[in-house]
């Protein structure tokens, strides 16, 4: 089944780092996501990673996967005022995309 | 390239009336999809079009939920009678095919309130 975990708030400061974790159920997906929502607007893909990765860096994204723990992590590296927002995981499961409930982060300047 | 639009932005409606929603998506995309989302939650999937024809309906409350998107293009999503639950954001996405990587671009939503 699809069932994606996140934890809800995370506050940093400018050009720090910042980890958002995930958790899923569905050992079958065969990527896992990461989409950005900005308030009023839709969501936007970040990132994905193939299942068979356990890492992808992208820029200021880096993704790990633990397939054993059914663990995903997105780090910002240098995280900036413009990415404050609500990042939400999901895997792909049955064809379709099952999200978590988002992690809101808030940049302080 | 134009994204994916939808309309109204925002409607505000008494429970037991009725409403729709339109979604045009990204052009040459096949696949078009209606999400709910409701407030502190992530967008769960409603309906999937492949073209004209639908590919996943298993999450629509299809008793009060219609949606069509007749000539494989633009789509809309109905609600008829609307309960208070249903307050919530609907957001359509579109992509140019299913399965993955899944890169699906989303709209702006329109925010639904039901009083």
């Known amino acids: 089944g699809e069932d994606v975990e996140q934890s809800l708030f995370l506050s940093v400061r400018e050009g720090d780092s910042s980890v958002i974790n995930c958790t899923y159920t569905?050992?079958?997906?065969?990527?896992l996501y990461w989409y950005k929502q900005e308030p009023g607007a839709g969501l936007q893909l970040l990132t994905y990673i193939f299942s068979n990765m356990d890492m992808k860096q992208d820029q200021r994204l880096t993704v790990l996967l633990n397939k054993k723990d059914k663990h995903l992590s997105l780090r910002i590296a240098d995280t900036q005022t413009g990415d404050s927002a609500i990042y939400f995981c999901?895997?792909?499961?049955?064809?379709?995309?099952?999200f978590g409930k988002g992690n809101q982060v808030v940049v302080i300047p | 390239e134009a994204g994916v639009a939808q309309s109204p932005r925002y409607k505000i409606i008494e429970k037991r009336q009725s409403v729709a929603f339109w979604c045009n998506p990204i052009s040459g995309h096949a696949t078009l999809y209606w999400y709910q989302q409701i407030l502190g939650q992530g967008p769960k999937l409603l309906i999937q079009?492949?073209?004209?024809?639908?590919?996943?309906d298993s999450q629509l409350p299809k008793d009060r939920f219609s949606a069509e998107r007749l000539k494989g293009v633009d789509s809309t999503l109905k609600i008829q009678p609307a309960k208070l639950e249903d307050s919530a954001v609907y957001l359509c996405a579109s992509s140019l095919q299913t399965g993955g990587p899944e890169t699906q671009y989303f709209g702006p939503g329109t925010r639904l309130l039901v009083l």
């Open positions: 999901a895997e792909e499961g049955n064809n379709r995309l099952a």
């Open positions: 079009f492949q073209n004209n024809g639908v590919v996943d």
């Open positions: 569905d050992s079958s997906s065969t990527y």
